[in-house]
T-cell receptor
Framework: KAGVTQTPRYLIKTRGQQVTLSCSPISGHRSVSWYQQTPGQGLQFLFEYFSETQRNKGNFPGRFSGRQFSNSRSEMNVSTLELGDSALYLC???????????????FGPGTRLTVL | GNSVTQMEGPVTLSEEAFLTINCTYTATGYPSLFWYVQYPGEGLQLLLKATKADDKGSNKGFEATYRKETTSFHLEKGSVQVSDSAVYFCALSDDNQGGKLIFGQGTELSVKP
């Protein structure tokens, strides 16, 4: 079974631009979560999408947004980029359904965004 | 809100040494607890998990026990190898849907031959 894929792997943008990152989950997974990883703040949860609806949201400004398509693929968008947005953006997929067993999150390799 | 605190790194050990990485958490309810590992240039991989108090998660020689009385989930390995060099993250999830993880700050482990 193919793992979680993220595109592009590396991206360089300048301040003020916007960027869109893509994540393809494992087949059959309906939940996609996004995380930002920086040396200073560590791993922080951005948001989670399940069946095309945002189900959980972290504490990030409105410049960070996302969406999920009917095939569970997800995109996240960052508008008006700032230098502090430079980070590794990780997405993770899981079954996402309720139950007594934990639904493990499987992570992609990440997209390294550099803002100049 | 929920949070995870883990010991700061980097931790440097010689091969075959004993490893402990401390992790404590603050949470309402009964979260599930996890250890993830990140190798250079890669995403995170689930190392082990425990979903209720007194559960012991184990994998690849690593172990951690969910201690509700001390709100801890310390990672241990009896004999580390050079290939264990990586960054280790303790995390919690307060829902079984699996959508949101709260991570500790990560502990870098370097194992020397």
């Amino acid at each position: 079974k193919a793992g979680v894929t993220q595109t592009p792997r590396y991206l360089i943008k300048t301040r003020g631009q916007q960027v869109t990152l893509s994540c393809s989950p494992i087949s059959g997974h309906r939940s996609v979560s996004w995380y930002q990883q920086t040396p200073g703040q560590g791993l922080q949860f951005l948001f989670e999408y399940f069946s095309e609806t945002q189900r959980n949201k972290g504490n990030f400004p409105g410049r960070f947004s996302g969406r999920q398509f009917s095939n569970s693929r997800s995109e996240m968008n960052v508008s008006t980029l700032e230098l502090g947005d430079s980070a590794l953006y990780l997405c993770a997929s899981s079954l996402g359904t309720s139950g007594t067993s934990y639904n493990e999150q499987f992570f992609g390799p990440g997209t390294r965004l550099t803002v100049l | 809100g929920n949070s995870v605190t883990q010991m700061e790194g980097p931790v440097t050990l010689s091969e075959e040494a004993f490893l402990t990485i401390n992790c404590t958490y603050t949470a309402t309810g009964y979260p599930s607890l996890f250890w993830y590992v990140q190798y250079p240039g890669e995403g995170l991989q689930l190392l082990l998990k425990a979903t209720k108090a007194d559960d012991k998660g184990s994998n690849k020689g690593f172990e951690a026990t969910y201690r509700k009385e001390t709100t801890s989930f310390h990672l241990e390995k009896g004999s580390v190898q050079v290939s264990d060099s990586a960054v280790y993250f303790c995390a919690l999830s307060d829902d079984n849907q699996g959508g949101k993880l709260i991570f500790g700050q990560g502990t870098e482990l370097s194992v020397k031959p």
